[in-house]
């Protein structure tokens, strides 16, 4: 076995697009909180698929509901209705009070969207072309041309310049670089509540509610990338909701689907009657009663097995955990974060680290070279936090 799975790593090499340096494991299945590779060995995955697998492998429930619309419709296309989209469609207004949604297949293309959104909108006030957008830098927002315009790291943007431009970089939490980049221009400003790919630092309550105001102040829109920090995994449904900030637009996708590749765009009734209309935007498989189907069983199941407060519970427990360890090591340096959605920084690169976890079977990730990050299906318990933190106590001490 063990040479099957080395002969499809060269299979894979031989034929896959190098964009990524993989770990040396192929997955074969995954069952509650743990996966399992091609060799049977078995995996605690504190990863989630990269924040992905809010319910964990092979809730009965999930599986059968997709299932279920497998053998009835998978698509449709948005020239007509189907009832998975619109279910999912009000259970997402509901958790979220935002007001109107509109499917896609991917995070990033729930960016452009938004992007989009925020343009024509601009548009129909003045007339004009060439509005502005403020992101933050070290922010993620995807890979296609726009999410990347308005992505914060410019190792990701700089060889695929130029951009859609007209885009301004701020720092999170620091008001006035963003005051120093608003113009009569300005038809947005984006940022992750807390940053996810950038290394997990959370947006402070006062500089939430900065922008907030300013944007009230100037009619500029609030774009909110909820995609990795949303959906249950601060201990909030939605990251702002911590701190009430509500944004005009918002961003989900990963764990909104649970594996199936969806994303959504939503926004209040003021930016859907004066942006997007008929004609203005459109995607083929965005919405069909598949991914809908997941959607809508999601969000069922969050408010079934109670997993806000599950995840309040957990991460509290996993949070003293953590600072425990970052005491018992000194090139540990600190931790930030929320909730199921934690980062530990380190003095030095933590590919070691994920490498020895990885032989002890246990998955994890990091975001950048020397912060390690912790995104664990919600679903994870106390038993599974003590199992986590053995393993990754004997990883460092025999990775660094
Ligand atoms: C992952 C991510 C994206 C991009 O989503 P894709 O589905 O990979 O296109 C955008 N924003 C944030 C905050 C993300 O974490």
Redesign the pocket.
Known sequence: MAEKMQQYIEEAEEALLHTYNRYQIVLDRGEGVYLYDLEGKRYLDFAAG??VFSLGYGDPEFTGALKAQIDKLTHTSNYYYNVPAIEAAKKLKAVSGMDRVFFTN??????EGAIKAARKYAWLKDGCTGHEIIAMNH??????MG?LSVTGTPKYREPFEPGIGHVKFADLNDFDSVLSCVTPKTCAILL?PV???GGLMPATEAFLKQIRALCDEKDILLIL?????GMGRTGYMFAWQRYGVKPDIM?V??GVGCGV?V?AFLMTEKVGQHSLAAGDHGTTYGGNPLACAAVDKVLELFEKYDLIRHVKEVSAYLEEKLDRLISEFDCILSRRGAGLMQGLVFDRPVAPVINEALSRGLILINAGPEILRLVPPLIITKENVDEMIAILKDSITAGI
């Open positions: 990269i924040a991917s995070g990033a293309e729930a960016i922010s993620f927002h995807g890979r296609t999410a992750e940053q996810g790919e990338d909820e995609i990795q920090c961003t996708a990963k590749p994303g």
